[in-house]
């Protein structure tokens, strides 16, 4: 016991020394612009919660008829003890939104990517995924066991020379493993701490072109792009053309759990194959009542209200940092790249009750640090100003044009 108990406290200060420790803070209200910290007020920048559904009334409601109708918990895996009405209304939504035959519900995104790489793709497989990649993504393909390899973040040279190598016979005339291998492409769409978009109308071509399938993970993209809010890939009239869409229902959504859309068959084969799908007990009925909720709220006009706000706090955050992003999502990364400085400047926006958290490794890479602005549609014009003045304070706007005092 005390062996176990110096060699954790060896690990943390190693940790601490590189400005890596971690440690949660307890908010005491709801997850909106303005949360609770021990007794004090903060303006919050830092959720995903894009359109400001995590408490919605809607939502509220959605979820507390679901616990008077159905309980709280759901028992046992949805293939074992029965799979409770909540989840199949929530698929049927999910089809319905994304344009697909059908949708599988997880317990998280995170379930999602790692029960369904680990079911399509094996030890003779290649996947081929980008430089920044989600964790959930790369831990997925870790356990496949598939070859794993990495392109240059949004490089389509790069990514075609990778495809090059995984089509072409060796020159053995044989492969190792298999005749062929399967080739599976892995992108974000919006990726998650830069904010940027993958170029999916170009990836969709070069996988026809060498044959191989596509996951793309728009988990901060749905519900706020294309139409009626169903995905950057709809926006790019791919999404039809796309093997595996997946996404969050924690994100846009306001709720929780993942999804996997596509064709009937692929469902039908994760519900047999996908292990964090089938020894897992199924997510509370509340949670996907929710979150089906959300699906409804997000195609309705009521939701395009939500992104059309989002939007222009986006744009009015913008034009005050002097960005000028044609293209923006609702994620603005202000890089610092030490992970001391992202600490000392994340710290004293909390001391001017704003909450950004620092954004270190190994969630980027390391000297990489950064604070991640998220935007919600739920902020007010005044919280930008807020957040501008406090940035401009803390001297982080440094080559910006001088704006009359009363911006
Ligand atoms: C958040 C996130 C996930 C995981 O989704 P959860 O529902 O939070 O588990 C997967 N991929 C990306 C890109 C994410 O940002």
């Not at 110096?6 to 690990?11: F, K, S, T, Y």
């Not at 598939?146 to 060796?170: C, G, M």
Request: hydrophobic share 45%.
């Amino acid at each position: 016991m005390i062996e176990f108990e110096e060699e954790l406290n060896q690990r943390l200060s190693a940790l601490r020394e590189q400005n890596l420790f971690r440690e949660l803070r307890r908010i005491d209200s709801p997850q909106s612009p303005h949360v609770e910290i021990g007794g004090k007020p903060f303006l919050n920048f830092s959720s995903n919660d894009y359109l400001g559904l995590a408490n919605d009334p809607l939502l509220r409601e959605a979820a507390i008829e679901a616990v008077k109708q159905f309980g709280v918990g759901s028992g046992s895996s949805r293939l074992i003890c029965g799979s409770l009405a909540p989840h199949h209304q929530l698929e049927e939504a999910l089809a319905d939104f994304k344009k697909t035959e059908a949708a599988l519900v997880f317990s998280t995104g995170y379930a999602a990517a790692l029960g369904t790489i680990c079911a399509l793709a094996g030890k003779d497989d290649i996947l081929i995924a980008d430089k920044l990649i989600h964790a959930s993504i790369i831990d997925a393909a870790r356990l496949s066991g598939a070859k794993i390899r990495i392109f240059a973040h949004n490089d389509l040279d790069d990514l075609e020379k990778i495809l090059k190598w995984a089509t072409t016979k060796p020159v053995s005339g044989v492969w190792l493993a298999k005749e062929s291998p399967r080739v599976f492409i892995v992108t974000e769409s919006v990726f998650s701490m830069d904010g940027d978009f993958a170029p999916l109308r170009e990836i969709v071509e070069l996988k026809e072109k060498y044959g191989a399938w596509l996951m793309v993970d728009e988990a901060h993209a749905t519900g706020i792009f294309g139409k009626e809010g169903r995905g950057f890939a709809e926006s790019c009239g791919v999404a039809d053309r796309i093997e595996i869409q997946m996404g969050t229902l924690g994100k846009a959504f306001g709720a929780s759990g993942g999804y996997i859309a596509g064709s009937r068959r692929l469902i039908d084969y994760l519900i047999n194959r996908a292990r964090s799908f089938i020894f897992s007990t199924a997510p509370v009925s509340a949670a996907a009542a929710a979150a089906t909720c959300a699906v409804h709220f997000v195609k309705s006009k009521s939701g395009d209200d939500r992104r059309h706000s989002l939007w222009q706090r986006v744009a009015e955050l913008q034009a005050r940092l002097n960005l000028q992003n044609t293209k923006a999502s609702a994620i603005v990364p202000l890089l610092l790249g030490e992970e001391k400085k992202a600490i000392e400047t994340a710290t004293a926006l909390r001391a001017l009750g704003i909450l950004i958290p620092a954004i270190r490794y190994p969630t980027v890479a390391r000297g990489a640090a950064r604070l991640r602005i998220t935007v919600t549609a739920t902020h007010s014009e005044g919280d930008i100003k807020q957040l501008h003045s406090a940035l401009a304070n803390l001297g982080l706007l440094s080559d910006e044009k001088p704006r009359p005092s009363n911006a």
